[in-house]
C-alpha cells in the first residue's frame, strides 16, 4: 500500500530577493510584461495558463484553468462558450478572479474585477488562428453538459470533420472572447520564512482615475 506523505511537512522554503516597491515598473500592465517575459524565457509548461474564478448567483464558487489569449491596459482576455457554466455564471455575476501560477519562479499574480465579452469581431479574430482539431472540438462540444461516454463525442467530431471536409469552420455564436478589466492587481514573490511580497495596484476611481499601490501583509 501506497504511503501518504504528511502534507502538514511538505514544504519549500523560498530564496529571491523578494520585490520592493523599487523593483516595480509604473504601471501594473509594464510590471506584467516583465514577469510575463520572465515566464517564458524560464521555458515554463504553457506560461499564459490561468486560474479563473466565477461565482453563480447564489455566490457559490467554481474555478477551472484557462489560457490567457491576449492582455493590455483594458484588461486580461480569455475564450469560452456562453453555454459552458462560466459562460452561465458570468451571465449572472460578471466579476471573476484570476491566478497566474508561476511556483517555479516563486511568483504568482493575482487578478479581480468585472468581465465583460468582447465584440464579434473580436471574437472571429480569437477563433481564426484555432487549428482545425481545436474549432472541430469547440464547435461539437456542448460544454460542460453531460455526455454518455467520450465515444460519442468523439463519434460527434469525426461526424462533423467528415460533414465539413476542405471547409473553414465557422465560428459558433456561443464561442468568444471574454474580457477580465483589472480592479485590482497583485504581484506576490516568495519571501523566506514565509515573508512573502505582497505589492499590489488597485483601481482608484474616486480621485479621477489612475491606481495606487499598496503593500499586503503576506
Known sequence: MDVVPDLSRMRRDYSTRGLREDDLAPTWVEQFDRWFADAVAAELPEPNAVVVATAD??????????????????????????ASAKGAQLALNPRAALVFPWHALQRQVRVTGRVERVGERASDDLWAPRPRGAKLAAAASIQSTPVDSREELVARLRRLDADTAGEELPRPPVWGGYRVVPDTVEFWQGGADRLHDRLRFVRDDEEGGGWVLQRLAP
Open 57 to 82: 448567483a447564489d455566490g457559490a464558487p467554481d474555478a477551472r484553468i484557462v489560457l490567457v489569449k491576449g492582455y493590455d491596459e483594458a484588461g486580461f482576455v480569455f475564450v469560452s462558450s456562453q
